[in-house]
T-cell receptor, first 115, second 113 residues
Framework: AQSVSQHNHHVILSEAASLELGCNYS??????LFWYVQYPGQHLQLLLK??????LVKGIKGFEAEFIKSKFSFNLRKPSVQWSDTAEYFC?????????????FGAGTRLAVHP | DSGVTQTPKHLITATGQRVTLRCSPR?????VYWYQQSLDQGLQFLIQ???????AKGNILERFSAQQFPDLHSELNLSSLELGDSALYFC????????????FGPGTRLTVL
């Protein structure tokens, strides 16, 4: 079955630390990849997406992600986190299965950034 | 504010009952998606409608059904409710297919007692 794995359920960092959140998916065909963020009390928002081309994708708020096809991975990174980055982060995949219809989410990673 | 609205925000009901959740997509969006978020299952795709027609189905139980009306708003009907149906139900909308960015609503928190 198609699935998305996020390695860390909870991450705690100090401000200015670097962040890397892991994401792996299990699907051998063409995929489109997303990272969504949910700030406390808010709705899910798109951080960045990868469809094709340069595997290093830049998103909003200084986030970037790298697609490594051979590793089935799409890790999220940020060089220096801020307290305002405290949120839950979801990796998501749309596999091509007769069309692009289903957005499959990982379990999410809760990030807490301490001042 | 994503532009997607959901009502009600909270719903408390008893086992065996039926409830209806409502979603209004962003202006101009033709696709509506429903998701269920629970502690044990995470965020699961339930169903997608595009311009009034069902487009894709995910892990939606037979006790659940949805529809999209001519004005593009959508309703998710949950019947014969069980304790395990307690969850946060999100609606999202996009301009076209799921490849387009999906904009999420604030969710409806359903509690089944």
């Amino acid at each position: 079955a198609q699935s998305v794995s996020q390695h860390n359920h909870h991450v705690i960092l100090s401000e200015a630390a670097s962040l890397e959140l892991g994401c792996n998916y299990s699907y051998g065909g063409t995929v489109n990849l997303f990272w969504y963020v949910q700030y406390p009390g808010q709705h899910l928002q798109l951080l960045l997406k990868y469809f094709s081309g340069d595997p290093l994708v830049k998103g909003i708020k200084g986030f970037e992600a790298e697609f490594i096809k051979s590793k089935f991975s799409f890790n999220l990174r940020k060089p220096s986190v801020q307290w305002s980055d405290t949120a839950e982060y979801f990796c998501a995949v749309i596999p091509f299965s007769g069309g692009y219809n289903k957005l499959i989410f990982g379990a999410g990673t809760r990030l807490a950034v301490h001042p | 504010d994503s532009g997607v609205t959901q009502t009600p925000k909270h719903l408390i009901t008893a086992t065996g009952q039926r409830v209806t959740l409502r979603c209004s997509p962003r202006s101009g969006d033709l696709s509506v998606y429903w998701y269920q978020q629970s502690l044990d299952q995470g965020l699961q795709f339930l169903i997608q409608y595009y311009n009034g027609e069902e487009r894709a189905k995910g892990n939606i139980l037979e006790r659940f059904s949805a529809q999209q009306f001519p004005d593009l708003h959508s309703e998710l009907n949950l019947s014969s409710l069980e304790l395990g149906d307690s969850a946060l139900y999100f609606c999202a909308s996009s301009a076209g297919t799921a490849l387009n960015e999906q904009f999420f609503g604030p969710g409806t928190r359903l509690t089944v007692l």
